[in-house]
């Protein structure tokens, strides 16, 4: 996923940001603070919320060392507002890995964007890291 800036918050009795129709309080927030998430959709459904709310150590920790930048800079990027994430498909690929397919919607300097991702996992005792994603362009 693109690095930004998010302007949207959250509390923890609102819906959680990605779109799993639970709480924040009861979705999300347990993998941001520490608990590790059990499959691999579900970290990526918490790394979309942790853009929504610019929780660049979180994504910092669940990128795969070999692949992760030095930084993200989401503080510096030009603001983006989360509009909303599907997950299309997920398939488990072996005993450690997984992809998960997803469009993530979101505006940037008032135009509406859409990521179109196919996100490679691994998991390393007991913790899923994302890995790299293929992109496909949005456009014809």
């Known amino acids: 996923m693109k690095s930004s800036k998010s302007s949207a918050k959250s509390t923890t009795q609102e819906l959680c940001p990605c779109e ?7 979705c999300c927030e347990a993998y941001h603070h520490g608990l590790a998430a059990p499959t691999a959709e579900a970290l990526m459904r918490s790394r979309y919320t942790a853009y929504v709310l610019g929780l660049e150590n ?4 669940t990128w795969h060392p070999a692949t992760r930048p030095a930084s993200l800079n989401l503080a510096e990027e030009p603001t983006t507002t989360w509009l909303g994430l599907q997950i ?3 398939e488990i690929t072996g005993e450690t890995t997984a992809t998960v397919e997803f469009v993530a919607r ?3 300097a008032g135009k509406a964007e859409r990521l179109h991702e196919i996100s490679q996992f691994v998991r390393i ?3 899923w ?4 994603g293929e992109i496909f ?4």
Do not use: D, N
Not at 20 to 26: G, I, T, V
Not at 129 to 132: A, N
């Open 58 to 61: 979180y994504l910092s920790k």
């Open 88 to 90: 299309k498909h997920v």
């Open 129 to 132: 890291y994302y890995l790299t």
């Open 20 to 26: 799993s129709k639970k709480p924040y309080s009861a």
């Open 125 to 127: 005792e007991h913790h």
């Open 137 to 140: 362009s949005s456009k014809p």
């Open 106 to 108: 979101y505006k940037i």
